[in-house]
């Protein structure tokens, strides 16, 4: 049995270890762990290519949700993927700055193709670990939009934060939003 200081130390050992493999799940819901890979490579591309300080923030499982921005991209095959981000506070803009290397302080489409490219590149990988496991995802190209709700079963919003910015991942495998 562990108890609740056990499992205070096994999250502060995996933060102080640096491993997102081991982070990520701290932070999903209840009931998300189907997202986990996905989260993951989000997260790890985020490390490698616009900040190596961006942590998780605690992720939560909606029907509904109200997209700021949203930047999207299909997965097609499999479980029907759909992912994107959307501004949470300026964070669009720090991921397109981090990926172009050149600063942006409005969310503009330059800001939405640039994370679109982030997002394909997210994607990629995804879907090339899937292929691994023998799940065959073609991936679409990205959607970019402006201020949109959006439903459907069990989405994933798990932001991140980059420097003082936030940006939410948004993502489910039941066929895309509403």
């Not at 998780?56 to 997965?75: H, I, R, T, Y």
């Not at 095959?77 to 300026?90: A, L, M, N, Q």
């Not at 800001?111 to 899937?130: H, R, Y």
């Amino acid at each position: 049995m562990v108890t609740a200081a056990g499992q205070q130390n096994k999250m502060v050992e995996a933060i102080k270890s640096g491993d997102i493999e081991k982070i990520v799940p701290l932070f999903l819901p209840k009931g998300a762990e189907e997202y986990e890979d996905i989260v993951t490579v989000a997260l790890k591309t985020i490390v490698r290519c616009i900040d190596r300080h961006a942590y998780p923030l605690n992720g939560a499982l909606v029907n509904k949700v109200d997209l700021v921005k949203p930047v999207s991209q299909e997965l097609a095959g499999g479980d029907g993927w759909k992912v994107g981000f959307s501004d949470g506070k300026g964070g669009l803009c720090s991921l397109a700055s981090g990926f172009a290397k050149e600063e942006f302080t409005v969310v503009d489409e330059d800001v939405q193709d640039a994370v679109g490219e982030l997002l394909n590149c997210i994607s990629g990988l995804f879907a090339t670990a899937q292929s691994n496991k023998g799940i065959t995802l073609e991936l679409m190209p990205p959607e970019m939009g402006d201020d949109v709700s959006v439903s459907g079963s069990d989405i994933l919003i798990m932001p991140f934060g980059i420097g003082d910015t936030t940006v939410n991942f948004v993502v489910t495998n039941k066929k895309g939003w509403r």
